[in-house]
């Protein structure tokens, strides 16, 4: 069974504090995603890690690809309030059709 | 600019009522999902659908099962409802890309409660 296991389950930190989310597994995987889910609505994309090692930004979020691609983590520098979610990472699983597996989550809660 | 709509947003059923969750997206997909979310658990497959007519059990599907009589609408049935059925339900849908990339849209969920 491929799991993608994440850490820290929650964080809860101040505003203006740096952090880095984790997603592990033991499988290798072709691409990753990252989500974002705020309360009372459906995950929205991110972005999508394809290469082993790769990094990606977006603004204040910087995504990296793990070498091995059995791994990712996000990274947020001066965290808003409006980062405040829950963060979802999510990989295609082996076989013919493909499902998306999701992570449990990292809940985050950013106080100003 | 919405992709993904389900019917409701919050619902409230009795025990032993037949429960009906109607997802409809624009992108073409043949790819549609049906998930589950509960605290400390994620999301949590119960059905999906690669095409018209066609459904394959998720991890989850005891209790439910689906519909897909056309391309663009994926239907989440609840036989017959029960407390431990209260959750957050998210409808999805997705393309493979051709690296194996893929974006998955998801609708803004409906929050069932049984009683």
């Known amino acids: 069974t491929q799991l993608l296991e994440q850490s820290p389950q929650f964080l809860s930190i101040q505003e203006g504090e740096n952090l880095t989310v984790y997603c592990n597994s033991s499988?290798?995987?072709?691409?990753l995603q990252w989500y974002r889910q705020e309360p009372g609505e459906g995950p929205v994309l991110l972005v999508t890690?394809?290469?082993?090692?790769e990094v990606k930004k977006l603004k204040r979020l910087t995504f990296q690809f793990g070498d091995a691609r059995k791994d990712s983590s996000l990274h947020i520098t001066a965290a808003q309030p409006g980062d405040t979610g829950l963060y979802l990472c999510?990989?295609?699983?082996?076989?013919?059709?493909?499902?998306?597996?999701f992570g449990k989550g990292t809940k985050l809660s950013v106080k100003p | 600019d919405v992709k993904v709509t389900q019917s409701s947003r919050y619902l409230v059923k009795r025990t032993g009522e037949k429960v009906f969750l109607e997802c409809v997206q624009d992108?073409?997909?043949?790819?549609m999902f049906w998930y589950r979310q509960d605290p400390g658990l994620g999301l949590r497959l119960i059905y999906f659908?690669?095409?018209?007519?066609?459904?394959e059990k998720g991890d989850i599907p005891e209790g439910y099962s689906v519909s897909r009589e056309k391309k663009e609408r994926f239907s989440l049935i609840l036989e017959s409802a029960s407390t431990n059925q209260t959750s957050m339900y998210l409808c999805?849908?997705?393309?493979?890309?051709?690296?194996?990339?893929?974006?998955?849209?998801f609708g803004q969920g409906t929050r069932l409660t049984v009683v």
């Open positions: 999805a849908s997705y393309e493979v890309g051709a690296r194996g990339n893929t974006e998955a849209f």
């Open positions: 659908s690669y095409d018209v007519k066609m459904k």
């Open positions: 499988s290798v995987f072709s691409s």
């Open positions: 992108m073409d997909h043949e790819n």
């Open positions: 999510a990989a295609l699983s082996r076989g013919s059709q493909g499902n998306l597996i």
């Open positions: 890690v394809v290469t082993g090692g």
